[in-house]
């Protein structure tokens, strides 16, 4: 069965405190892997797609990273507006094009 | 202006009403989506659309239907509401089958 398991459900940072979200995940064949942000009562925003193992992304204050089980989310000297849920998804097997959301890392940069 | 658009954005509802949501979208892309958001479980996808007369189910369509009127519009309605169906409802579109979604900005429906 095609799963996302996001670690940690929350994390507080303080201002230029860096650190990484994971995000790993099951799936037949890996098609693509997606970080998106969202904020509270909006849709989320799309940061990054990933292909391959090896491969990396990168975009202002955060990098995205993909091995064969899991993505990395870090994010280098955060402020305040990087606060916000981070969500991590997986294309699901089969040709839907359904996305496979984890639960997501809600992260809070305090100043 | 946004590139995917959702009306209404919030919609307050009784037991039993018909409603329906509507998604139109500017990207130019055939494929379309519904998911809703309920917290603690992520986002679940409701009906997708490859093109105009391709729809099908996804893994929580009991309770919903979906008509696409056209390539830019998208409308999944509610034919009973009730309120274990209070949630987000979010609209998606891709252009591929293995690209990324952009999702628009949201409705918050609330069933009394």
């Known amino acids: 069965e095609d799963q996302v398991t996001q670690s940690p459900e929350a994390l507080r940072l303080q201002e230029g405190e860096s650190s990484s979200l994971n995000c790993s995940y099951t799936?037949?064949?890996?098609?693509?892997l997606f970080w998106y942000r969202q904020d509270p009562g909006k849709g989320p925003e799309f940061l990054f797609t990933?292909?391959?193992a090896g491969e990396e992304k990168e975009k202002e204050r955060l990098k995205a990273t993909l091995t064969k089980k899991e993505s990395f989310l870090h994010i280098t000297a955060p402020k305040p507006e990087d606060s916000a849920t981070y969500l991590c998804?997986?294309?699901?097997?089969?040709?839907?094009?359904?996305?496979?959301f984890g639960q997501g890392t809600t992260l809070q940069v305090k100043p | 202006d946004a590139d995917v658009t959702q009306t209404p954005r919030n919609r307050i509802t009784k037991t039993g009403k018909r409603i329906m949501l509507e998604c139109s979208q500017t990207?130019?892309?055939?494929?379309m989506y519904w998911y809703r958001q309920d917290p603690g479980l992520g986002l679940q996808l409701i009906y997708y659309?490859?093109?105009?007369?391709?729809?099908n189910k996804g893994e929580i369509s009991d309770g919903y239907s979906v008509s696409r009127q056209a390539q830019a519009k998208f409308s999944l309605s509610l034919e009973s509401a009730i309120p274990n169906q209070t949630a987000l409802y979010f609209c998606?579109?891709?252009?591929?089958?293995?690209?990324?979604?952009?999702f628009g900005p949201g409705t918050r429906l609330t069933v009394l």
């Open positions: 998804a997986v294309l699901g097997s089969g040709n839907t094009g359904k996305l496979i």
């Open positions: 990207k130019g892309h055939d494929r």
């Open positions: 799936v037949s064949g890996l098609r693509g």
């Open positions: 990933l292909y391959s």
């Open positions: 659309s490859f093109d105009v007369k391709d729809i």
């Open positions: 998606a579109t891709s252009d591929h089958q293995f690209g990324e979604q952009f």
